[in-house]
């Protein structure tokens, strides 16, 4: 079944949606997205996402109309149009079509390119891979070092995930002089000792919204939350691990580079966690 996707104000079915070759996000990488879940129908996390949204664009002096109400409606629109129960929302905002190849900004009052795609996942709160646990590399950072906005510059994420895939694993874990900063697309953790240990915000991690919520979820349950960053060694001699994201929510990460990790199960920290945030994203769904 063909999707209707959203471009520039208009809804249109996925093979009719067309993007100029001089956008800027297609020869320059000049755009930011968000990836919002959708479960029974309804928006996980939305006002996070709209503020780190209006943060990243800040940063790049990117500029859009749309209000919160506008983005609202539109992704309401997209899981109807798209008879979306449960996945992905995919929003992405570019500088817009430049009208040639330039490494300066395009003149002020070019509207943004504006995108947004739904993506089915049936089964997505109950992924098996949840109560298995997932294994990672780990492999160093060589990203830039704005990773606090969330642009499109994937090819090293990418890179990433095709050389745990290579080694047999399932992600991998970034390292920058001696410390873990992130997963390739997600927030990391380790648990030791009943603490739950996770690198402090700065600009060399990207501020999750899925992160922001489960610590003061974790916080409210009593947990003790420890913001530092980690080595590999550590998370090998800690009992737990895990990761967090919008396409996952709370994922418990059972080995790195070849060391179990605790028992090598799924741990209670990380289980429990993952029923909390499934419970209380689902009743703030909007
Ligand atoms: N990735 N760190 C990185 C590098 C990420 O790409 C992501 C999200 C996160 C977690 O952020 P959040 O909790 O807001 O999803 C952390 C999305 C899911 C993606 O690129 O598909």
């Given at each position: 079944m063909s999707r209707t996707v959203y471009l520039n104000g208009e809804y249109l079915p996925e093979d009719e949606a067309k993007v100029s070759v001089f956008d800027r996000g297609f020869v320059m990488a000049d755009a930011v997205y968000e990836v919002t879940s959708v479960l029974g129908g309804k928006i996980l996390e939305f006002e996070g996402h709209m503020a780190r949204l209006a943060r990243s664009m800040a940063e790049l002096e990117m500029v859009c109309d749309l209000t919160r109400d506008d983005w609202l409606a539109i992704h309401r629109e997209m899981v109807a149009r798209n008879d979306l129960d449960e996945g992905l929302i995919y929003l992405q905002v570019t500088?817009?079509?430049?009208?040639d190849r330039d490494f300066h900004y395009p003149p002020e009052g070019t509207p943004p390119t504006i995108v947004l795609f739904t993506q089915a996942k049936p089964g997505l709160a109950d992924d098996p891979k949840a109560k298995k646990g997932i294994k990672v590399i780990s492999i160093p950072d060589?990203?830039?070092?704005?990773?606090?906005i969330k642009t499109v510059q994937l090819l090293y994420p990418s890179m990433a995930k095709m050389a745990a895939e290579k080694a047999g694993k399932d992600d991998a874990w970034f390292v920058e002089d001696g410390f873990v900063t992130e997963g390739s697309s997600n927030n990391v953790y380790i648990v030791k000792d009943g603490r739950i240990i996770t690198r402090q915000l700065s600009t060399d991690i990207l501020h999750g919204i899925t992160r922001a919520s489960l610590l003061k979820y974790a916080e409210s349950a009593q947990m003790v939350i420890e913001e530092r960053p980690f080595t590999i060694a550590e998370a090998q001699a800690a009992d737990e691990a895990f990761y967090t994201s919008a396409s996952a929510f709370v994922m418990p990460v059972v080995e790195v580079d070849g060391a179990a990790i605790g028992t090598g199960k799924v741990g209670p920290v990380a289980t429990r966690l993952r029923e909390i945030y499934l419970d209380e994203s689902r009743k703030s769904a909007i």
């Open positions: 500088r817009g079509n430049a009208g060589l990203r830039w070092s704005r990773r606090d």
